[in-house]
Antibody, heavy 119, light 110 residues
Framework: QLQLQESGPGLVKPSETLSLTCTVS??????????WGWIRQPPGKGLEWIGG???????YYNPSLRSRVSISVDSSKNQFSLKVKSVTAADTAVYYC???????????WGQGSLVTVSS | QSALTQPPSASGSLGQSVTISCTGT?????????VSWYQHHPGKAPKVMIY???KRPSGVPDRFSGSKSGNTASLTVSGLQPEDEADYYC??????????FGGGTKLTVL
């Protein structure tokens, strides 16, 4: 059974870089059939697609976040990671990692990781 | 890109049906048959209920159905049950591997 688990600091200071890792178990990240993605939900707001990555390294980002976001993959560890630079309070959210079934839906999700941006 | 437009709230009585709309443009909803719907209970991970406009993943009750007309997709929940009370989000493929979520609809079962 495929499982995804987010990990990383729960508190980040303004202007710093938010870093999260998603560990995949029960299946390989090295599949051409899927993308691996990040989605977030700020408190009291809706879901927002951040971006995704293919095991080959191809990346795709939400145009509104592209200048501050990077996603990478480490196939040897069956992990993929998210970095958001120059964070503000608006980046406070529950961050989910998920496996994207091509082309458009997420079947498997992590439980979510709350990241708070505050000094 | 603006979020797809969903009504903030919807409601229906136990056993009745309710339909939630998701309006986009011809660059997203209207241009592709790649619309999916998610059910999200607070504190849990979202769950896909419909993908590719009208397909149900294994395990999703057939009370959930999807459709699309022009730039608007719809999710219909028939025979409303208490456990259907949740937030619902649509999402659409927009080309170039970009996805767009709707703003979400809070469904209340009366």
């Amino acid at each position: 059974q495929l499982q995804l688990q987010e990990s990383g600091p729960g508190l980040v200071k303004p202007s710093e870089t938010l870093s999260l890792t998603c560990t995949v178990s029960g299946g390989s990240i090295n599949s051409s059939s899927y993308y691996w993605g990040w989605i977030r939900q700020p408190p009291g707001k809706g879901l927002e697609w951040i971006g995704g990555i293919h095991y080959s390294g191809s990346t795709y980002y939400n145009p509104s976040l592209r200048s501050r976001v990077s996603i990478s993959v480490d196939s040897s560890k069956n992990q993929f990671s998210l970095k958001v630079k120059s964070v503000t309070a608006a980046d406070t959210a529950v961050y989910y990692c998920a496996r994207r079934e091509l082309p458009e839906y997420f079947q498997h999700w992590g439980q979510g990781s709350l990241v708070t941006v505050s000094s | 890109q603006s979020a797809l437009t969903q009504p903030p709230s919807a409601s229906g009585s136990l056993g009745q049906s309710v339909t939630i709309s998701c309006t986009g443009t011809r660059s997203d909803v209207g241009g592709y048959n790649f619309v999916s719907w998610y059910q999200h209970h607070p504190g849990k991970a979202p769950k896909v209920m419909i993908y590719e406009v009208n397909k149900r993943p294994s395990g999703v009750p057939d009370r959930f159905s999807g459709s699309k007309s022009g730039n608007t997709a719809s999710l219909t929940v028939s025979g409303l049950q208490p456990e259907d009370e949740a937030d619902y989000y649509c999402t659409s493929y927009t080309g170039n591997n970009i996805l767009l979520f709707g703003g979400g609809t809070k469904l209340t079962v009366l």
